[in-house]
């Protein structure tokens, strides 16, 4: 069984209301529940039945809307916590020329038009990093490559506070980043 992750410490941030937030915690939780019935439901089908291979194919949409959302709330704190001088910052500089570059990239991307994700991943193989867009929960990852940094572009991340303004929200989550928790990942 997965248990729901307390992010409350998030609320209170800036530019993120607790209603906001409270409602995206709550969507969260939905997808903890709905890993756990799937993972209940799929010991109890027949292999090869159309019941077995449909929950197995949600499976993956629900069990990554779970551990998206874990590494979203995980990567944001109340002030931010800024870049160090350590391997990401070098990676960064080595794949994109500087910070200031991949951030254009990744703010930019949060810009894409629809749903979905940004993902700043590494590829353990090559040691590179990407800046990955995935537009459902279970669809576009980069086989083998580890999210460092997740920023959900979802409407429900920012419709409340910001409306249709999404490059607010972009901005307002930069501003929030967690750097120690995303370069742990590395």
Same mark, same amino acid.
């Given at each position: 069984?997965?248990?729901?992750?307390?992010?409350?410490?998030?609320l209170?941030?800036?530019?993120?209301?607790?209603?906001?937030?409270n409602?995206?915690?709550?969507?969260?939780?939905?997808?903890?529940?709905?890993?756990?019935?799937?993972?209940?439901?799929?010991?109890?089908?027949?292999?090869?039945?159309p019941?077995?291979?449909?929950?197995?194919?949600?499976?993956?949409?629900?069990?990554?809307g779970?551990?998206?959302h874990e590494?979203?709330?995980?990567? @944001?704190?109340k002030? =931010?916590?800024?870049?160090s $001088?350590?391997t990401?910052?070098?990676?960064?500089?080595?794949? &994109?020329?500087? +910070?200031?570059?991949?951030?254009?990239?990744?703010?930019?991307?949060?810009?894409?038009?629809?749903?979905?994700?940004v993902?700043?991943?590494?590829?353990k193989?090559?040691?590179?990093?990407?800046?990955?867009?995935?537009?459902?929960?279970?669809t576009?990852?980069?086989?083998?490559?580890?999210?460092?940094?997740?920023?959900?572009?979802?409407e429900?991340?920012f @419709?409340i506070?910001? =409306?249709?303004?999404?490059? $607010?929200?972009?901005?307002?989550?930069?501003?929030?980043?967690? &750097?120690?928790? +995303?370069?742990?990942?590395?």
């Amino acid at each position: 069984m997965y248990t729901a992750k307390d992010f409350s410490s998030l609320l209170g941030i800036p530019g993120f209301s607790d209603t906001l937030l409270n409602n995206h915690f709550t969507l969260y939780q939905g997808y903890v529940t709905n890993t756990n019935k799937l993972a209940d439901l799929m010991k109890t089908c027949e292999p090869g039945s159309p019941e077995f291979n449909e929950l197995h194919r949600r499976f993956g949409w629900e069990w990554n809307g779970m551990r998206l959302h874990e590494l979203y709330f995980g990567n @944001m704190v109340k002030g =931010g916590v800024q870049l160090s $001088d350590r391997t990401l910052k070098k990676k960064i500089e080595e794949c &994109w020329g500087s +910070v200031e570059n991949w951030q254009k990239e990744f703010v930019g991307m949060g810009m894409i038009r629809g749903i979905g994700w940004v993902i700043l991943a590494h590829d353990k193989s090559t040691g590179k990093l990407f800046n990955v867009w995935i537009n459902e929960h279970d669809t576009g990852h980069l086989a083998g490559a580890t999210p460092l940094l997740v920023m959900d572009v979802f409407e429900h991340a920012f @419709m409340i506070d910001y =409306g249709l303004k999404r490059a $607010d929200y972009v901005n307002a989550f930069m501003s929030y980043i967690d &750097w120690h928790n +995303v370069e742990e990942r590395l």
